[in-house]
């Protein structure tokens, strides 16, 4: 099947793997396996790939892809779990993990996913294609429960009126698609705040995020990678909001930091010992090629650290 995503800082990515041609990889969002083949142009026959993806297009356009070469598995779950596959599998540590986080162009663009505001659909959201919709939480929670998801998932300013407008909204007709949530939302901000871009867009990446719960499987997995890795081996996590980035900022801060004595401490006592050294000090962000090549690349950052 199709699976269109183009990927973002796509060598940059491939580039901070530094792949092993006999190495053990990770691929825990295989997507439509473009950095997944990459990966497999830099292995020889004794290397080996693990392609992961919770979404079933994604894994039944890999599956499709690479099912002629016997160095690939494809696993249909969550990255979070990533230790029990490679567990189950017998692999004890591998030698690089990637994680390009957040939704795929294939989701985005394919309008019955309920992902986009531009597209009339089913309010749905959900990358795995089960569990609790966009349009159950919008017909189900109160409006403090829907203002709190907004607030803290979209860090929208006009949450509270949007909430309550859903509510008001619900009480005529549930609200079930992705036009009809939009024009509520439209009408409940100030005309002002229309002029900074289109007003659905944080609800929506809130109520994305919230459906997938994609804060707490991001630090799940941000662990449960680290914790696969051979010493040397390295993790390259691409994020594409402030709130995905923050969490690998400060994960990968927490794996890098050594003692963590107070400054007046004359010797440490504490022990600590610094886990993971940063590749790149600062994130790796698109070119300005890149950006005039794919616009949704304007917010994606890459960063990467190596396990000691």
Not at 77 to 94: C, D, H, I, K, N
Not at 99 to 111: R, Y
Not at 123 to 135: I, K
Not at 138 to 161: H, V
């Amino acid at each position: 099947m199709e699976f269109n995503h183009i990927p973002v800082l796509f060598e940059e990515t491939i580039a901070s793997l530094d792949v092993r041609p006999d190495g053990i990889y990770v691929d825990c969002t295989a997507g439509g396996g473009n950095h997944s083949a990459a990966i497999l142009q830099r292995l020889d026959e004794r290397g080996r790939l693990i392609c992961l993806d919770r979404d079933p297009d994604a894994i039944r356009a890999v599956t499709e892809r690479f099912a002629p070469d016997s160095r690939v598995t494809v696993v249909h779950t969550r990255f979070s779990l990533v230790g029990e596959v490679l567990a189950e599998r017998g692999v004890t540590a591998v030698d690089g993990i990637l994680m390009d986080i957040g939704v795929s162009s294939h989701q985005v663009d394919t309008a019955e996913r309920g992902f986009s505001f531009h597209k009339d659909a089913p309010l749905d959201m959900r990358m795995s294609s089960e569990g609790v919709t966009a349009a159950e939480l919008c017909n189900t929670l109160t409006w403090q429960q829907l203002a709190e998801i907004f607030t803290k998932y979209g860090e929208e300013k006009f949450s509270a009126r949007i909430a309550r407008a859903i509510c008001a909204a619900r009480e005529i007709k549930p609200v079930t698609t992705t036009s009809g949530l939009a024009e509520i939302i439209s009408g409940a901000v100030p005309a002002a705040a229309k002029r900074a871009g289109h007003p659905a867009r944080k609800v929506f990446q809130a109520l994305r995020i919230a459906v997938n719960d994609e804060l707490g499987e991001l630090e799940r997995g941000l662990q449960a990678a680290f914790e696969s890795l051979r010493p040397e081996g390295r993790l390259s996590v691409i994020t594409f909001h402030s709130l995905e980035d923050r969490i690998v900022k400060q994960t990968m801060a927490g794996w890098c930091q050594g003692c963590t004595c107070p400054p007046e401490f004359p010797v440490c006592v504490c022990g600590n010992q610094p886990k993971a050294r940063l590749l790149h000090r600062k994130p790796i962000v698109p070119s300005a090629e890149e950006l005039e090549r794919n616009p949704r690349s304007r917010s994606s950052k890459l960063r990467t650290c190596i396990r000691l």
